[in-house]
């Protein structure tokens, strides 16, 4: 009897002086249970960020770049309402002067879909490219002797080339330009290195002949390969076969487009 | 975390609501705006130009100069221009070197 009312005694005195054992550990056990949830909730919120991140590259650009690229559709269509000159045989196609980033033209493919048509935009950088279809600046023009050499998307940013790998040797690429239409034939599907800028070339072979002087009008389009990768590119080569004044009409596979 | 930053929200329960999903909308424009276009082109999806560079603050359409030294007209080739496509000498001489994309 005297020892319980001891212990109950000294239980009471020890009292105010802190915690008991059991009250610390069971501190200690919020402590890591609140650790572990702070853990598991930055786990949580990192998947939920790269979930938004793949939605951001999956839809939301495209929806961006499809919106960009229809725009600049209707703005190159209203410039062709302006009359220019017609060019000469083996001339550029376009005015001498494009403004970086303008769009100057339109290309049709229908390989690539039966409503296929894309902006063609000078200059390929990232923010032209989430339009359309880019020249290369300083390659040759539509039409003109020389690389006509254009860059697009293959994933992401409207994807234009998505589906590149389909080209067919033969398929037509034609290219409307304020003043004449120009029909482009595939000739070749090559898979290169990132670095290969040859494929750029006025003649486009990796061991070019010094002194020879182009004589060809040619198309190149390059992409990323694999698709969701990007080391290695896919690259199309064409080649004109007809380049005629807009007021003759357009090409009849695809004068529904026009 | 996000029970700690509950307590630290001000008003009511359904006011609370309503600061969260605020909270949340600024953070989702924050990613969509700002970090997700800053990472992008740090990844191989939007790689698809040939160049000599590795890098994407490269302006992706310079031809390097040295690629078809037989075409290079000196007259032409005025500074800042020296790794344009200029080089080509494809007679677009109205373009300008605004290529280098900042």
Known sequence: MTQIAAASASSNSYRPEGPTRQERRAARVERVRVAVRSLGEGFITMGVVLLLFCTYQLFWTNLSADKQTNTAINEIKQSFVIPVAPSLPGQSTVPAKIAYGQGYGLVYIPRLGSDWVKPLIEGSSLSNLKKGLTHYQGNAQPGEVGNFAVAGHRATNGEPFRNLDRMELGDLVYVQTPDSWVTYKVNKVVIVKPKDTWVLNPIPTKNPVPGVQPTNALLTMTTCNPRWASYERLIVFGTMVDKYSKTLGAPAAIRNLV | ?102
């Open chain 2, 1 to 102: 975390m996000y029970v700690w930053l509950w307590r630290r929200l001000p008003g009511p329960w359904i006011v609370r609501v309503l600061e969260a999903t605020a909270l949340l909308a600024a953070v989702l424009a924050l990613l969509f705006v700002v970090v997700f276009p800053w990472v992008e082109p740090r990844l191989p999806f939007t790689d698809v130009t040939v160049e000599d560079s590795t890098t994407n603050e490269q302006p992706a359409d310079s031809v390097p100069s040295g690629v078809v030294p037989q075409e290079q007209n000196p007259a032409i080739v005025e500074p800042g221009f020296s790794t344009s496509g200029e080089t080509l000498g494809l007679g677009l001489s109205g373009t300008t070197s605004k290529g280098a994309r900042a």
